[in-house]
């Protein structure tokens, strides 16, 4: 290989990522929604996968970095549709945040979540009616973060932006949709030394804390499989003219393959086997079946209202999408996403190790350590409350109260508390690439008869070396309050 110097190697790095833009937009667009979806048909993935893993030279190790400390966070928020304003919520009631500019395509929207903080000592300037109107509130220089709540195919580029203009950074889930996007952001993380945090938060549920916990100090022995999913019906949701701006789920349905929301089962699974610090995806395989709902329901919806005419006939993502991934160290994860059988929520959260195993879903959660049975509901109460970590301990009352079993608020607590006190976040730009790049590759695997894709290393072989970075008993920090 000829030696490329450090110059040469961003020249090459962003023209590479230029080029497959092109191609990764280019493919499939005939079939999907060209201003919403990127598809990745893209047949030369796994060698482009390789290229930029070799143009790619890590400039500054983003695993345990710690921002200086900042007394008074000043936030601005972009996207205030279903789950924007819960953020908006969350942030109003941290001590030591300033809610300072939000963001949204509607003014109405911008405007309600206005409204719901007035009395609570916020008055954010408010930035709405075009499209562009994000990068007003990025450009400003009286803002330390930027949360990010806008439809996930947009993370990347508000992302990059607001770093390039000197933001941290915390998104919803998923980061990016290419793999093109996931390696943007690496870069630019890298090069500005700003936090890239996507904010999974199912990582942050009691059972998956009490479980990352009982994995750190060897209950499961060595953990070989993880299995996760995210599996609910949202075929009401996706088909409604009201809900989500802009039908954007429903497009995403309708024009790719693959697992397009693969973080809230990976996330957990991924901290309990320290992937990026101590551990790395190696490869994966996705299969997927037909779609035997999706486009049926749009023929019948559209029988009788012609809103759903441009629904019909797509060629939607298959029901159930089934991901393997093989990590470095030789462990495996089963991954699965189904948004449309009328089956109740299912996460699964099941740890297998070579001691003991944990399942969440079906409910109740519950743990085993040989015999061929669940521990009792006894031994599960002594086992809890022996392994509990200090986070929950602290914050588990307050947060039971909030979003998602508790995990929302205590996210939002605990990117706050480390951006007051100089810690690392507890998630940083690698799981935000590594995790969101089973969506591209997922769907590549699909389109070419679930072949094996190997998985970009973001890290650049530093998960060897990199420190576990979930703090969650709380060695530092913790003294941030919410207000009652
Ligand atoms: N972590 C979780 O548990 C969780 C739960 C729900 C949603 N999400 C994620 O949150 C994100 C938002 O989902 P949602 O359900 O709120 O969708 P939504 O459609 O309800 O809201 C999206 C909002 O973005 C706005 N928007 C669109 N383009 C914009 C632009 N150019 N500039 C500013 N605003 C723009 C829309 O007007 C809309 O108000 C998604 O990425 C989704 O995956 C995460």
New binding site residues.
Partial sequence: MIPINMKNRRRDFLKLAGLTGLGIAGGGLSKGFASDSKCIEEPNLPQLIKQYGQLHEQRFNMSGFAAPKISNVRVGI???????PSHVQRMSIIEGVEIRAL????PE?AEAAKKNLEGTGHNPGLYAGG?D??KKLCDRDDLDLVII????Y??AEMGIYAMEHGKHVAS??PAAGTIEECWKLVETAERTRKHFMM?E?DAYMEFQMLTLNMARKGFFGEVVHGDCAYNTSKMKNNFSKS???DM?WLKQYASRKGNIYPT?GLGPVSQIMDINRGDSFDFLVSVESNDFMMNRRAMELAETDDFFKPFTGKDYRGNMNVTVIRTKKGRTIMLQHDATSPSPHNIIHGISGTKGTALYDPQPPRLATGNHEWVSQEEFQKLKEKYTPEIFMKMGTLARDSG?GGSDLLLSWRLIDCLHNGLPLDQDVYDAASLSSVIPLSEWSVRNRSNSVDIPDFTAGKWRTNKQNMDINLEKGGNTKVKG
């Fill in positions: 972009i996207g205030l549709g279903q789950r924007g963001c949204d395509l509607l929207k499209r109107e994000w709540t806008t439809p996930w947009m993370h919803e889930v904010m938060n809900l989500y701006w954007w809230h998602h």
